[in-house]
């Protein structure tokens, strides 16, 4: 019977030490519980503030993008305008000096084979038959545009007078490719459409 008692009461602190163990192993299950605010606010939190800041950088970007392509448009179209009306306009007393100051409007293998045409054909031309031009751009478009590259496309009205005849009118369209060079829209290139 002794025997049956040691039994029954180790019987009894075995289940004491079961439930301790019981016990303990729900307390560190509870401790190893996913506390979802903690998760939210140190996890999700700054995860979803770097997504947004991005989202902002990229769309500032985007936006700064966007507006120095539209003042390529605006800046590029008015230098367009303006330098091909300083390449043909001249009068026959000041074809040089007219067309010289045209060719600062100008850069690259343009300049220079604008420069022979000129020297070669159109002041010495000029002088000898008294032609005198004045151009107009009664329209304009741009092409294409970049923060330093652009194509626009002008419609162009040309008048021109030879010594005491009548004027005489003449209408085209020329391709006018420009670059920015120091800051500013020079012609690159100019082919008539």
């Given at each position: 019977m002794l025997d049956e008692l040691d039994s029954d009461e180790a019987e009894a602190a075995l289940a004491d030490d079961a439930d301790v163990e019981d016990t303990a192993e729900e307390s560190t299950k509870v401790k190893r519980r996913i506390s979802w605010p903690q998760v939210v606010v140190y996890g999700l939190l700054p995860a979803l503030a770097l997504v947004l800041a991005g989202a902002a950088g990229f769309l500032k970007w985007q936006d700064s993008s966007a507006r120095e392509t539209q003042l390529a448009r605006i800046e590029s179209l008015a230098a367009a305008k303006d330098s091909t009306i300083a390449l043909l306009s001249?009068?026959?007393?000041?074809?040089?000096?007219?067309?010289?100051a045209a060719k600062g409007r100008m850069t690259g293998a343009f300049k220079d084979s604008y420069s022979q045409l000129i020297n070669d054909v159109v002041i010495p031309g000029a002088k000898k038959e008294h032609i005198s031009t004045t151009a107009t751009v009664p329209a304009a478009a741009a092409v294409s545009a970049t923060p330093n590259h652009a194509v626009t496309l002008l419609f162009v009205n040309q008048t021109a007078v030879v010594d005491k005849s009548p004027p005489s009118d003449s209408v085209s369209s020329v391709r006018v490719t420009l670059d920015k060079v120091g800051g500013r829209w020079l012609i690159s290139g100019f082919d008539p459409v």
């Open positions: 001249y009068k026959s007393d000041t074809v040089e000096k007219d067309l010289e």
